[in-house]
């Protein structure tokens, strides 16, 4: 079946523009009733009682949000972005069932599993390595199988082909960038926003490469995820939860993937990379200081790195906005860096 999307790049890149809008659109139709839906649930969020007191003030407001995004984003690209280009459920399939895990997780919390924490961090660990797997066999299987990828573009020098080596590093790709915008959704419009600007990035890259399925995927999710910062705009109306949080960054990795340069993804994604690290660091730090002075200490005052500068005195918009700069600057610095290969 033929695509309905136009083969030339320029018209499909108009196209996908336009379909990012129509995702906006879609995301604020269906996005009142779900958040209305989630409060008549109570699906509420539970504030950490460790975390910054500023926060108090979110308990009650629903969560499970991302997946107003996981709905637009997959009705769109079903109708849109599938006809003729099948691999596109590659990033579907992923979108959809790590949002399932997502919402699993979110529902266990509010039900008080796991400690008042939702599903076991293994469990969660479990499935989401299972679901990075599938997706980067589908990815490296040669045709008609799966999308026969097996190289990696190095800035500044050239394609190298990886071989089987290409699985695991996928997957862990995957699996790292899902937990990493996880981490990042702590202040209100933090993830989304940053979220968008990596797909923003991606289309572009990916425009550069010809992957024209991947630029409408990559703009359909920002316009679906500028949607919901519309409810999630400070103070927020709702947020989006591990429902969106592991659909988003799991499906930017896979977006990554497909476009060969996805060595620029901890670039483009500086600011997850960061949010992740700030944890590791914490946690490491922690754990080496108590087995070694008997009384663990901290990198910093706070983890995620957000929460830092929140207890340094800084605002959450003020947080937010110099992190939406930060993403905007890393996304530059990564697009140019693919655009120096041609």
């Known amino acids: 079946m033929d695509s309905i999307m136009p083969a030339d ?35 509420a969020k539970q504030v950490r009682i460790d975390g910054p007191e ?12 991302g997946v107003m995004v996981a709905v637009s984003v997959v009705l769109i690209t ?11 459920l590659l990033p579907i399939g992923v979108l959809i069932a790590s949002a399932i895990l997502g919402a699993m997780d979110d529902r266990m919390s509010l039900l008080g599993g796991a400690r008042q924490g939702g599903m076991t961090a293994r469990f969660k660990f479990l499935w989401l390595t299972l679901f990075a797997l599938v997706a980067a066999t589908l990815l490296h299987a040669p045709f008609p199988y799966g999308l026969g990828l097996s190289s990696v573009y190095l800035p500044f020098i050239g ?14 790709a995957i699996i790292a960038m899902a937990n990493a915008v996880n981490f990042t959704d702590g202040l209100d419009t933090l993830a989304a926003g940053t979220a968008a600007i990596a797909f923003v990035a991606y289309a572009i890259i990916a425009y550069r490469q010809g992957q024209l399925g991947v630029v409408t995927f990559c703009l359909t999710m920002t316009g679906a995820l500028m949607g919901f910062l519309w409810f999630n705009a400070h103070p927020a109306q709702v947020i989006m939860g ?28 500086a600011v997850f990379v960061a949010e992740a690290a700030s944890v590791m660091l914490q946690v490491g730090y922690f754990k080496f200081t108590k087995r070694r002075y008997g009384e663990g200490r901290r990198l910093f005052k706070m983890a995620p790195l957000h929460h830092h500068f929140e207890m340094l005195g ?28 041609f």
């Open 242 to 269: 591990d429902t969106g949080s592991l659909a988003i960054g799991a499906s930017l990795a896979v977006a990554a993937f497909m476009t060969g340069q996805w060595l620029l993804l901890p670039v483009v994604g």
């Open 9 to 43: 790049p320029n018209q499909n890149m108009a196209v996908s523009l336009a379909l990012a809008g129509l995702a906006f659109v879609v995301t604020l139709i269906i996005g009142r009733p779900i958040v209305t839906f989630l409060r008549m649930r109570k699906a």
């Open 159 to 172: 394609r190298y082909e990886i071989g089987l080596l290409y699985i695991p590093i996928a997957a862990l």
């Open 54 to 65: 500023t926060h108090l003030v979110k308990t009650g407001t629903p969560t499970m949000g």
């Open 78 to 88: 079903l109708v849109f972005n599938t006809a003729g280009r099948l691999s596109m």
């Open 314 to 341: 800084w605002s959450e918009t003020q947080v937010t906005m110099r992190f939406w700069m930060l993403a905007m600057m890393s996304g530059i610095i990564g697009v140019a860096m693919a655009l120096v290969q």
